[in-house]
């Protein structure tokens, strides 16, 4: 039985739902994250927490292995029992739901403290809900379609970031490991927060065309994820002297506003506006993820009725209420304990359980 | 039509937050300050000046104010009450900084502090040491020249890429004044005949001013900063022993063509040495004196270099008395040397100061111009 065959998405789709779910707000945060971890030295911290991710990554891809034509919560209701599936399904709803109001809320902050500070947030953020209703009521071939065009119309980032090449110094990142290796190891878990996110993998699996490619699908995606990282963390650490860069806020905007273009002002104003689509990438698929999984427990096929719940839910409490940027950073503190313990620890544990299982059953079979 | 109910109701939504357009400004509207300045008064209250372009058939082309503020937002209320329009920090390109403000104002950076946090704000203005009050500059109204915000603009820039002076923006200033390896140095300016370019204000690791370099004095500096536009010009004295004449005045001027700096780094001894290594490709621009080039070719090259090694070693020399390094040298120590250079690094200028620098400099003729 093919439940999913109807949605389905291409590998490239896969790709880009993954890492732009991750890119995100991790380009604008990461290079203070890992100076403030490792120093000058943050980008081999930022290797090996991509290497670490590319595992626990492929780890749900052999998870899900097992159950081919169903999400996770169809995997966990026939091997652990219905009602733990229901009790994921509780769980990963809410943390979807979780990560999806923190992307919009940073957003909203960021647009409120750079360009439209005299617009109430609560305004900004209803406005950003409207795209986002259109695009997740589609489903997730829609969204994966989406997530195509957001990236590609994001190509030329890296080219506006080469505006700044100018103002940069280079020594600035000699010399390797100041401190050896110690600082940027224990570092690598305070990455792992900006890399989340590919937890999407377990309910995108039974929708992929091509599941043989979903490894590859996974290897790429990190890379992608890795290479955008590595390229703002290395041009911040070569932009702004070691003493500064602890000081200030969102390093790859600030950097865009050191640039003077003739023809332009405000180069950050319109980064913002643009890096929308990438931003977007951090709630849209969440909130869809989120549906899905109250529907699933609801046993309806619809998710939109639980999205405009979800959307509408948002919209009004964020008249009333929207985080500060302190608030924001607490919030993703929680998130990034959840997330280690949902994406990171659970698929290996989960994996283990499944191995075991197989095991005793084929045991038994045998006997 | 389902389908259409749907558009319709997504379409009426999106409208509704078009009602909230906070953030408009209308031209009209808003005075738009192109040059701020920070003074102090005779008993040490900051004073804000401002300069805001006219637009209109009045005499005067701009509008000039200052007032006494506490703070640079606190400024920035009190002119308001003496715009026409609603003061807009926006468009503002230059930072105009009185040498006493910069000399008697304990850590004075921290009245910048606004360019950073308001996201509103610019950090790319220059920022320029006038060596007077402001008042002089701000009500000087030259016959001769536009107005204040685009005489300062034009001549900054024009200074600059000849390498005559430093182009420090707001957010260089950032970077330098948070910089262990590194002193910040501003653009010095004053009105003598008119309002000239002095050459460049050298301040310590706190702000505080130290002293000046004159315009030939800074291209040395942009040279060893890597940071020289363009092709520099040197007059250099040739020795009366080369060119046999007997005359006092055997001047040759070049212009590099390419200019390689290579800067090594060492530790011994307790302190810290550097070896300068400066290639210059030059064309031979002007000659006074009846030098053949074609035959002492190699002898005027090493007379030029050896003129021009001077140079930097007085400018080195003058850098390390005053304990001030806008070169960079620290940022070399601490690529290369980092535990030598975490002892020191809280007083990086002292160690500078102490430090051993070697100059090599070899001249190369590329062109020696179109007549023998």
């Known amino acids: 039985m093919k439940k999913y065959a109807f949605n389905e ?61 169903g999400t996770i919560l169809e995997l966990l209701a026939k091997y652990a029992g219905k009602w733990v599936g229901r009790a994921a399904a509780i769980v990963l709803s809410a943390y979807f739901l979780y990560f999806a109001y923190g992307g919009i809320v940073y957003s909203t902050r960021v647009i409120k403290a750079r360009i439209l500070q005299e617009t109430p947030a609560y305004m900004t953020l209803i406005m950003l809900l409207i795209p986002a209703y259109v695009v ?21 980032i890296p080219l506006v970031f080469m505006v700044v090449w100018g103002h940069t110094h280079w020594l600035y990142l000699l010399p390797v490991l100041p401190e050896g290796w110690r600082p940027v190891l ?111 427990l609801a046993g309806r096929a619809d998710h939109r009725i639980f999205l405009r719940i979800l959307l509408a839910g948002t919209a009004v409490f964020s008249y009333f209420y929207v985080p500060s940027f302190n608030v924001t950073y607490e919030m993703g503190d929680w998130l990034a304990k959840f997330g280690m ?23 038994r079979r045998l006997s | 039509m389902k389908r259409i109910v749907h558009a319709l109701g997504i379409s009426l939504l999106s409208l509704g937050p078009l009602t909230g357009c906070f953030d408009r400004v209308d031209l009209e509207d808003a005075s738009l300050s192109l040059v701020a300045g920070v003074d102090i008064t005779e008993d040490h209250r900051t004073m804000s000046y401002t300069s805001i372009p006219v637009f209109s058939k009045a005499e005067k082309k701009s509008q000039e104010l200052k007032v006494v503020a506490n703070t640079q937002r606190e400024g920035r209320g009190k002119l308001d009450a003496f715009t026409v329009g609603t003061f807009n920090g926006r468009k503002i390109k230059v930072i105009a900084l009185s040498k006493r403000f910069v000399q008697e104002t304990p850590d004075w950076f921290r009245y910048m502090d606004i360019y950073f946090r308001d996201g509103r704000n610019p950090i790319t203005p220059r920022v320029v040491v006038f060596d007077g009050t402001l008042d002089q500059l701000f009500y000087y109204h030259s016959p001769n020249q536009p107005i204040l915000p685009l005489m300062l603009m034009g001549m900054i820039k024009s200074a600059s890429e000849r390498s005559e002076t430093v182009d420090t923006t707001l957010q260089e200033l950032h970077r330098q004044m948070n910089e262990e390896g590194q002193t910040p140095f501003l653009t010095e300016m004053s009105i003598k005949q008119d309002a000239m370019i002095d050459g460049t204000s050298l301040l310590d690791h706190k702000g505080r001013y130290v002293d000046m370099l004159s315009m030939p004095e800074t291209v040395l500096l942009r040279i060893l ?8 010009g040197f007059s250099l004295r040739m020795p009366s022993s080369l060119t046999g004449s007997t005359a006092n005045e055997d ?99 002292e160690a500078f100061g102490q430090s051993e620098v070697k100059v090599r400099v070899s001249v190369g003729f590329a062109d020696e111009g179109s007549v023998k």
């Open chain 1, 136 to 156: 997740a009521r589609g489903g997730i071939r829609i969204v994966g379609r989406y997530a195509e065009v957001s990236m590609g119309l994001s190509l030329w």
């Open chain 1, 186 to 296: 224990t570092a690598v878990p305070s990455t792992f927060f900006y890399f989340l996110g590919f937890g999407a993998t377990a309910f995108l699996y039974p929708f992929l065309k091509n599941k043989e490619k979903a490894a590859l699908g996974v290897c790429c995606s990190q890379l992608i994820t890795l290479l955008a990282y590595l390229f703002i963390t290395l041009l911040s650490f070569a932009f702004f002297s070691p003493g500064e860069i602890t000081k200030i806020n969102q390093l790859s905007i600030y950097m865009l506003k050191a640039v003077e273009l003739p023809f332009l002002e405000q180069v950050e104003g319109l980064f913002i506006v643009l890096y929308l689509f990438i931003f977007s990438m951090s709630w849209i698929p969440l909130f869809l993820l989120s549906s899905f999984c109250m529907s699933w």
């Open chain 2, 251 to 349: 001047w040759v001027s070049i212009a590099t063509e390419r200019v390689k700096v290579k800067i090594d780094s060492a530790y011994a001894g307790g302190r810290f040495r550097f070896f300068v290594n400066l290639r210059f490709s030059a064309s031979v621009v002007e000659k006074l004196s009846g030098l053949d080039l074609d035959d002492h070719q190699g002898g005027a090259e090493a007379a030029c270099a050896e003129e021009l090694r001077d140079k930097f070693e007085a400018l080195i020399a003058k850098l390390q008395r005053k304990k001030v390094d806008p070169v960079g040298f620290g940022i070399y120590a601490r690529a290369h040397h980092y535990k030598r250079f975490k002892q020191v690094k809280e007083n990086w200028g």
């Open chain 1, 341 to 363: 313990a949902i994406e990171y620890a659970a698929p290996v544990l989960l994996l283990g359980y499944l191995l075991l299982y197989d095991a005793i059953r084929g045991r």
């Open chain 2, 225 to 232: 900063q890597k940071n020289a536009r363009q092709s520099v």
């Open chain 1, 9 to 69: 998405i291409t590998t490239m789709q896969f790709i880009f739902i993954i890492s732009g779910i991750a890119i995100s707000y991790g380009f604008i945060e990461i290079p203070q994250v890992l100076y403030n971890g490792a120093g000058n030295s943050g980008w081999i911290t930022l290797i090996f927490g991509s290497l670490t991710t590319t595992a626990a990554n492929l780890v749900i891809v052999q998870v899900m292995k097992k159950m081919p034509d």
